[in-house]
């Protein structure tokens, strides 16, 4: 099994084998206690530049990539681009040559649509790292959630996960199926009939159910991940009201007694209360919401760091230990 | 002035041809098929076809050549030259051009063009309805009296089941078929290729089999009630086919089309986001292809039609979702039809007659289709053994826009002819013009 990420971009999970995703994590959980100390910055990738490309908007993923490339001493440029725009304006092909002449070490890209990131890929000599395109993959987010639940649940093979919400149009949902199966993990998903099309269970070789009843999928469930409904699809009329939406696919406390004893339960944010989540879980113990934002730095510093390092001659442990002398001398 | 094409092997279905024969024009026409071996009258000019197939010429039933409106995508002559370094003799021209060709105007047109441009015969389509926009009826009278050979609003499909009727009514008297591109519209909104496993793994919004099935269902329904000659474009699913089957079994006048990209790929294709594997109907599963193949060999298809759909490189270079749909088709077709009968799906009478007979029958274009004594002298004459790479940047089309650069073909036109003037010669095959008389008679 091959246990290094040896691969120029990251543009999805569906590829990884599970030796390159135990890589990720692995390396990810070496970075965590960087953002715990009191000088928040090691110099690993000091000199590198790593922009930022959003085509759709995003507070908390930006952001997590922002501080990743910043505790790494990266250059971190956010370029935000309304894709409203897209038929006046610039070509996604365009604007990536533009940076590329900038000679960036990462292109870190959001983007409505699926697929954008891999025709990046195609023209561009700078690693692209995939921060969501469309209803295709979210690879850090699969990342984070995989690391939080090693965390709690020290393991991932053998563990019974829910995946709860709009199936159909969700990255995060395809992510996780891949990464969570890979690792052995059995995976349950359960929403409205609309959002669950039958042929998502060949997403995956084994260990995929689906389930009509959220019930089901979270009998004896260790992990529960709730997906975020888009409100503005609502005009597409996939369910009746949000009401409806609340009673039948809502995630409320009684679910819980369903589940494994100390089950956990994750959202890949930002959450809508009282809709897929009740407050009462959101904010209760099982819940480890924030957790995973902290997760998902980590994460992203361990991405930048193995596709941005380039030639870098000094591993992340060289990195750290440099960074310590450093801040020795510095107070 | 007199041409014999010598020693070939003739194929023509129409007259029930399979044999080797020579050809003698004059004048631009047919004047028979003399025995090999038989002296041709003095002055006779000589092409040597030994060892080729020389067929009646192909007549493509669908490409778009975007001529009026859209010239930097595609020109009625550049798409003509494209058309015969196809082997296609005839190719006819979709009306969704800009403007529309809703009126006899524009029709007369394309038919200039298409003379001017001097390569393949340009026989044009006219829309159903005005602007193709679905609501009132073209006038179709005035434009077969111009010369289209068809009605269609291809790639709109017609919306509603009431103007489809009339549409069907209205063309019955003029004896000209109805084209439709089966979609219900509300059922393949906003998709971008083939509902199945491939979207989902793609995250791309899909088209499900059931929009095309259902138009069919609905086109075959109306066939029966209005007694119209209905022709159904590149048909890509299993469950349309059975429609076409079951109207065909009940004597109705429905006939169909295959586009070669529809049999050689399937949604798989688009797995890296290649805009060039992006067309409607869109490339579809397994299940789908297998039936498509089970279906040219079982006589339930009736024609070979590219879909030739030319778009700039600007256009295809953008989000697999913005990117326009379709892809070019003329100079691959012919080897990918190839493809079939050397893995013995169907026979190479069968090919002629998907390109060249039954195309000419369900257009009612008089005196194609066969090497029919002063017929038009259209020929396509075929190496079913030369193997070839498609290189794109020689294309003839002024678009590139092929998922088929660079794959290999075994089966080739090598040489066309129009109006009994050769058009197109293969660089290989320059042997063809150069032989002595005495040689291919001996």
Known sequence: MQTTFERKHLLGIRDLSAGEIIHLLDTAETFRDISLREVKKVPTLRGRTVINLFFEPSTRTRTSFEIAAKRLSADAINISVSTSSVSKGETLLDTARNLEAMAPDCIVIRHSMAGAPHQLARICTAPIV?????????????????????????????????????????????????????????????????????????????????????????????????????????????????????????????????????????????????????????????????????????????????????????????????????????? | MKLLIANGYVVDPAQQINAGRNVLIEDGKIIGLPEKGEKPPEGTELLDATGLVVAPGFIDLHVHLREPGQEYKETIATGAAAAVAGGWTSVCAMPNTDPVNDNPAVTRFIIEQGKRAELANVFPIGAITKESAGTELAEMGEMKAAGIVAVSDDGRSVPSAGMMRRAMEYARGFDLPIVDHCQDVSLSKGGVMHEGRWSLILGLRGMPAAAEEIDAVRDCTLARLTGARVHLAHVSTRGALASVREAKAAGLPVTCEVSPHHWSLTDEAVENYDTNTKMSPPLRSREHVDALLEALSDGTIDAI??????????????????????????????????????????????????????????????????????????????????????DVTRSKSK?????????????????????????????????ITQSKYREASA
């Open chain 2, 399 to 431: 678009s590139r826009n092929t998922p088929f650069n660079g794959r290999r073909f075994k089966g080739a036109a090598v040489a066309t002819i129009v109006g009994g003037r050769l058009v197109f010669l293969h660089p290989d095959y320059g042997w």
């Open chain 1, 130 to 331: 995939n921060a969501g395109d469309g209803a295709h993959e979210h690879p850090t987010q699969a990342l984070l959630d995989a690391l939080t639940i090693r965390e709690h649940k020290q393991k991932i093979e053998g563990l019974k996960v829910a995946i709860i919400g709009d199936i159909l149009h969700s990255r995060v949902a395809r992510s996780n199926i891949y990464l969570l199966t890979r690792l052995g993990a059995k995976v349950s998903v359960a929403g409205p009939g609309t959002m669950v099309p039958a042929e998502f269970v060949e997403l995956a070789e084994e260990g995929l159910r689906l389930e009509q009843r959220i019930e089901d999928a979270i009998e004896g469930a260790d992990v529960i991940i709730i997906l975020r409904i888009q409100r503005e699809r609502q005009d597409a009329a996939f369910f009746p009201s949000m009401r409806e939406y609340a009673v039948h696919f809502g995630l409320r406390p009684d679910h819980l007694k369903l589940a494994a004893p100390g089950a956990i339960v994750m959202h890949p944010g930002p959450i809508n209360r009282g809709i897929e989540i009740s407050s009462e879980i959101a904010d209760g113990s099982s819940s480890l919401i924030l957790d995973q934002v902290t997760n998902g730095l980590a994460v992203r510093m361990a991405v930048l760091y193995l596709l941005a390092r380039g030639s870098y001659p000094s591993g992340v442990e060289g990195g750290l230990e440099e960074s310590t002398r450093q801040e020795g001398r510095g107070h």
């Open chain 2, 305 to 390: 039609a590219t879909d030739h759909a030319p778009h700039h490189r600007d256009e295809k270079a953008l989000e697999f979702d913005q990117a326009p749909f379709g892809i070019t088709g003329l100079e691959t077709a012919v080897g990918l039809a190839f493809d079939l009968v050397h893995r013995g799906i169907i026979s190479l009478e069968r090919l002629v007659e998907l390109c060249a007979s039954n195309p000419a029958r369900i257009f009612s274009l008089p005196a194609r289709g066969g090497l029919f004594k002063h017929a038009p002298a259209d020929l396509t004459i075929l190496d079913p053994d030369c193997e070839w790479v498609f």
